[in-house]
C-alpha cells in the first residue's frame, strides 16, 4: 500500500531527456587559431628557458675554478665552521661582548668575499681576483683565531684574578 503513494504522479515532459543529458554532457570545442597557439608555445618556451636558466645559474666561486681550488674552498669552509662552533661553545656573559664584535667583523669579510664572487662573475676566472678570495679565507680564520685567544687570555685573566683573591 505505502508503494502506491509514491507512484500515482508522472514525470512531467522531457524529463528523461533532461536527465538524459545530464549524464552524458555535451562537450564544447573552442576554436583557438594556430597563431594564438604558436604564441602560446613560444611563451611557454620562452619562460621555461628563463627559467631554467636562473634555476641552474652557477655563481662562481673557488669550487667552479678548479678541483684543486674547490679542495681549499672545502678546507677553508669546513674549519671555518668547526672554529665558529668551538666559539659558541666557549660564549659566557664575560667574553660575550668579545664574539659579539668578532662575528661582526666575520660578516664584514664575508661581505667583501660577495663582492669578489660577484667580480669573478663579472670579469670571468682572473688570478688576482683568485688570490684575494683565498686570502679572505685566511682572514676570517686569522679573525677567528684571534676571537679564540682573546676569549682564552680573558678566561686566564679572570681565573689569575680569583686567585690571587683567595690568597
Known amino acids: 500500500m505505502s508503494n502506491q503513494i509514491y507512484d500515482i504522479y508522472e514525470p512531467e515532459d522531457g524529463h528523461f531527456?533532461?536527465?538524459?543529458?545530464?549524464?552524458?554532457?555535451?562537450?564544447?570545442?573552442?576554436?583557438?587559431?594556430?597563431?594564438?597557439?604558436?604564441?602560446?608555445?613560444?611563451s611557454l618556451a620562452l619562460f621555461l628557458g628563463i627559467s631554467l636558466r636562473l634555476f641552474f645559474k652557477t655563481?662562481?666561486?673557488?669550487?667552479?675554478?678548479?678541483?684543486?681550488?674547490?679542495?681549499?674552498?672545502?678546507?677553508?669552509?669546513g674549519s671555518i665552521y668547526e672554529e665558529i662552533t668551538a666559539i659558541q661553545k666557549m660564549e659566557t656573559p664575560e667574553n660575550k661582548l668579545i664574539i659579539d664584535d668578532g662575528l661582526?667583523?666575520?660578516?664584514?669579510?664575508?661581505?667583501?668575499y660577495e663582492?669578489?664572487?660577484d667580480e669573478l662573475n663579472r670579469n670571468g676566472y682572473n688570478k688576482s681576483i683568485i688570490n684575494a678570495m683565498i686570502m679572505n679565507y685566511q682572514q676570517?680564520?686569522?679573525?677567528?683565531?684571534?676571537?679564540?685567544?682573546?676569549?682564552?687570555?680573558?678566561?686566564?685573566?679572570?681565573?689569575?684574578?680569583?686567585?690571587?683573591?683567595?690568597i
Do not use: C
Open 104 to 112: 661582526s667583523e666575520i660578516s664584514e669579510i664575508e661581505n667583501d
Open 59 to 77: 655563481e662562481a666561486d673557488l669550487a667552479t675554478v678548479s678541483p684543486e681550488l674547490k679542495h681549499t674552498q672545502d678546507f677553508f669552509e
Open 17 to 42: 531527456e533532461r536527465f538524459q543529458s545530464k549524464l552524458n554532457p555535451k562537450t564544447t570545442k573552442y576554436f583557438i587559431s594556430k597563431y594564438i597557439k604558436y604564441g602560446i608555445v613560444a
Open 115 to 117: 663582492k669578489l664572487r
Open 140 to 166: 676570517r680564520m686569522e679573525v677567528l683565531q684571534s676571537i679564540i685567544e682573546n676569549i682564552e687570555m680573558n678566561n686566564n685573566l679572570k681565573q689569575h684574578k680569583n686567585e690571587t683573591n683567595s
